[in-house]
């Protein structure tokens, strides 16, 4: 134990003090030689004084010490107070561990982090330790045990809070040694880092986020220099954050937008805080390009600016493919032309602008005549280059203002957005026609193809999109019915046709049953003797209410719907009974002819029953004049071929109709086993002046006669033709100038079909 010196100094002097009092002082008494009465009065007046002088001095040094020991206590409750004050403030917590006793102080504050009392928390290092985290137990107790060694500790880790959630704990502490260098006790300070930790948790996801993400990051301070930049940021413009950070981003502007446009830029930033939108920026190796960016402002605590921070992607590939869906959406693959989607856009645009400026225009559908023949003769490969040539020889030479586009199949549509008139329409047609002409060389193939167009003239034919293709639609199928001319105009008339069309479909499912049909008969003329040799048999439809129907009108409706087989199939039967019957009854006609469609020609069938019809009637089938179009046998030529010389081989004769009008190749016709061909009427009409008629009639006979078949006019109604004709050494005619087609007269016809014939009379249009 340390004697204190001071207590011992004091001790000592007045040892001294009084030890030297006690001895000299009985030495002075006796020097003064005073009396023995005198010298004991003195001696304890001595007494007394040095009792009172050690009591005055032990009372100054008790009041001093009293003094000392109160300002001390003061002294130290204001440091307290302070430290708690202090700790309260920073909402830390005191620990205090002393060795020998293994106790432990918690003050308050470290019982408060735990929502605690000091009581509940406990005293003992085993108490703490059962709050720890169990993933922690492990580390934070070997920390404290190593820092036992040591000087400073400092550990993190989870304690357990009263409401059973686990609170982080920044523990900082200094173990104190004794003077042999014992460990005395361990102190220190605990803070709640919960909070921090969550932040800085955030923090470095953010700046994993800011990494890795592909948008460029760009932020500038509120002069706007460029204070941060993200690798996405380097990559998309080229830029290292070296060479960029410090500068303005006007650098990488890139001089496509407008003053307008910044300016409504920073308007957004300064009412919203935010702008996004697409922006137009140069790259570091200059190339420009579009980036989705997002600009936003941040603000300090005063509220005033002091970051933008731009979050940006690189658009390019995007808007690649964006327009090459687009374009794809809007082509067609196969001729690089818009498709029908696009051009109906255009021609509604068209429609729009004619309505507002008062422009005219027009649409043109082009549809290319017996494409078919050459998909399916040639292949698919040689159709599909045809088309694209097709596509580049429609192009050449279009007015500004026209849009060409391939609506599908073998069909192009053609959008003129100035066209004055019907005129100009027509001209536009033409030029159409014409760019066709010239044959196309393919795949080592000459080929020649032509087109119908269907005109419809806007905003005067129709104020729709819709119904300007429509009427368009109609006037394709008058320009394909009605032969040469090659395109046709819309008209009013033409919608109205095609209602009756569907009108005149449903009836004529009952026709047959109803006995509305009816046979007539043309005579056939010998042009050089004028003698009668046959009659061609022309099927008519006796409609209740409409009258008599010719087959120009329900043929091709029987066509499509199918009933084309039974009508022939009836005429046939007619025909032959009326032949039979005539030539019972004496005639002296060679045949009877019967024209038979190209639907059921096509199918194949028609050698069993035009067999079976000859046996029913018994008439000889050299009676028999089969008729079949040019353009039926020119739509399959080798089924065709098949086909008649299985007819041939009946014995029937076979003429081939509307001969002219079919495009048949000479190599294909040289091989038919045919016996006529019937000159289409529409070359007849302008004989003997039109020049052109009269050089078609001629090569024509000319072929009959080289190829060894008669040759049959159709369509006579004047004597100067037949005249022409007989001179150019044709062989037959037929038309309303040798007879009209006529039912045949009642008295030569038996009791089942006398009343039909009687009907049909009364109302013979042809
Ligand atoms: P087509 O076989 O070429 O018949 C000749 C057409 O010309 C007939 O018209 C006839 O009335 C008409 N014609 C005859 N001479 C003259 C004339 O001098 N001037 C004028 N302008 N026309 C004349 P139609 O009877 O209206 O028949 C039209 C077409 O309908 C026929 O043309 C034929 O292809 C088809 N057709 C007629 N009957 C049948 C049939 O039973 N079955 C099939 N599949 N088609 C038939
Ligand atoms: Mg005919
Ligand atoms: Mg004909």
């Not at 002294?75 to 004050?85: F, I, K, P, S, T």
């Amino acid at each position: 134990m340390r004697i204190d010196t001071a207590a011992l100094r004091l001790t000592l002097g007045y040892l001294l003090l009084a030890g030297l009092w006690i001895l000299l002082s009985d030495h002075l008494l006796t020097a003064l030689g005073l009396s023995l009465v005198q010298q004991e009065r003195l001696q304890s007046l001595k007494g007394l004084f040095f009792v009172v002088l050690t009591s005055a001095l032990l009372y100054l040094i008790l009041h001093r010490h009293a003094q000392q020991y109160r300002s001390a206590r003061l002294q130290l409750a204001g440091n307290e107070e302070r430290l708690r004050l202090a700790l309260d403030a920073t909402r830390d917590g005191l620990w205090d561990w002393d060795v020998s006793s293994r106790r432990v102080f918690f003050s308050e504050g470290y019982a408060k982090l735990l929502g605690l009392t000091p009581q509940a928390l406990g005293d003992t290092r085993e108490d703490w330790a059962a709050r720890l985290h169990p993933d922690d137990q492990e580390r934070a107790l070997h920390a404290l045990n190593a820092e036992l060694s040591e000087q400073s500790y400092e550990n993190i880790y989870r304690l357990r809070h009263a409401d059973g959630s686990y609170r982080w704990i920044h523990s900082r502490g200094r173990l104190l040694r004794d003077e042999q260098g014992q460990p005395q006790r361990f102190i220190g300070i605990a803070s709640d880092i919960t909070r921090q930790r969550a932040i800085d948790d955030s923090l470095r996801q953010a700046a994993a986020v800011f990494d890795a993400t592909q948008e460029g990051v760009l932020v500038t301070d509120a002069e706007q220099r460029i204070v941060h930049v993200n690798p996405a940021f380097s990559r998309i413009t080229g830029y290292s954050s070296e060479e960029i950070l410090g500068q303005h981003p006007t650098l990488l502007k890139s001089g496509r937008h407008d003053a307008n446009f910044y300016q409504s830029l920073w308007q957004a930033l300064e009412n919203r805080g935010a702008w996004s939108g697409e922006v137009w920026n140069r790259r570091k190796s200059g190339e420009i390009y579009p980036q989705w960016q997002c600009i936003r402002v941040i603000h300090d605590e005063q509220g005033r600016v002091s970051h933008y921070v731009a979050v940006f992607s690189d658009i390019t590939a995007l808007k690649r493919s964006q327009r090459e869906l687009d374009y794809l959406a809007h082509h067609d693959p196969l001729s690089n032309l818009p498709n029908r989607l696009l051009f109906t856009e255009r021609v509604a645009h068209a429609l729009e602008r004619s309505k507002i400026e008062e422009l005219r225009g027009a649409v043109l559908l082009i549809d290319l005549d017996h494409f078919k023949h050459i998909n399916e003769s040639l292949g698919h490969n040689v159709g599909d280059l045809l088309l694209k040539s097709v596509g580049e020889r429609l192009q050449h030479g279009l007015p500004n203002g026209s849009t060409l586009a391939r609506l599908g199949g073998d069909e192009f549509g053609l959008l003129s957005e100035n066209c004055a008139g019907a005129t100009q329409a027509a001209e536009l047609a033409q030029r159409l026609l014409r760019n066709l002409e010239t044959p196309f060389r393919l795949d080592g193939h000459e080929l020649y193809i032509g087109a119908s167009i269907g005109i419809s003239l806007f905003p005067e034919d129709a104020d729709s999109v819709e119904q300007i293709l429509r009427n368009a639609d109609s006037a394709l199928f008058k320009a394909k019915s009605s032969g040469r001319e090659g395109y046709a105009f819309y008209v009013q008339e033409l919608t109205d046709y095609a209602r009756q069309r569907v009108e005149l479909a449903s009836s004529l499912r009952h026709a047959l049953d109803n006995q509305e049909l009816r046979v007539y008969y043309q005579p056939l003329h010998d042009l050089r003797d004028g003698s009668q040799v046959g009659m061609e048999a022309l099927v008519r439809w006796q409609h209740p209410q409409r009258g008599l129907i010719p087959p120009a009108e329900f043929i091709p409706i029987a066509e499509d719907n199918g009933m084309i087989g039974v009508i022939d199939a009836w005429v046939l039967e007619q025909a032959c009974r009326q032949m039979v019957r005539w030539n019972d009854k004496g005639g002296r006609l060679n045949f009877v002819a019967v024209n038979v469609s190209s639907r059921l020609f096509s199918r194949g069938e028609l050698d069993q029953r035009v067999a079976a019809v000859l046996a029913e009637t018994g008439l000889p089938p050299e009676q028999l004049e089969l008729e079949v179009t040019e353009s039926a046998i020119m739509e399959d030529p080798d089924a065709a071929l098949k086909l008649l010389t299985s007819l041939r081989a009946l014995g029937v004769r076979l003429a081939i109709d509307d001969f002219g009008t079919g495009y048949s190749s000479l190599a294909r016709l040289k091989r038919l086993p045919v016996d006529k061909l019937k000159l289409d009427q529409s070359f007849v009409r302008g004989l003997p002046d039109d020049p052109e008629d009269a050089a078609i009639t001629r090569a024509v006979i000319a072929l009959g006669k080289s190829l060894g078949l008669k040759v049959l006019a159709e369509g006579i109604e004047q004597p100067a033709q037949a005249d022409f004709l007989r001179e150019l050494g044709c062989n037959y005619g037929q038309g309303y100038h040798f007879g009209r087609p006529q039912p045949v007269p009642a008295e030569t016809l038996d009791t089942t079909t006398a009343n039909e014939a009687k009907n049909s009379q009364s109302s013979t249009r042809s």
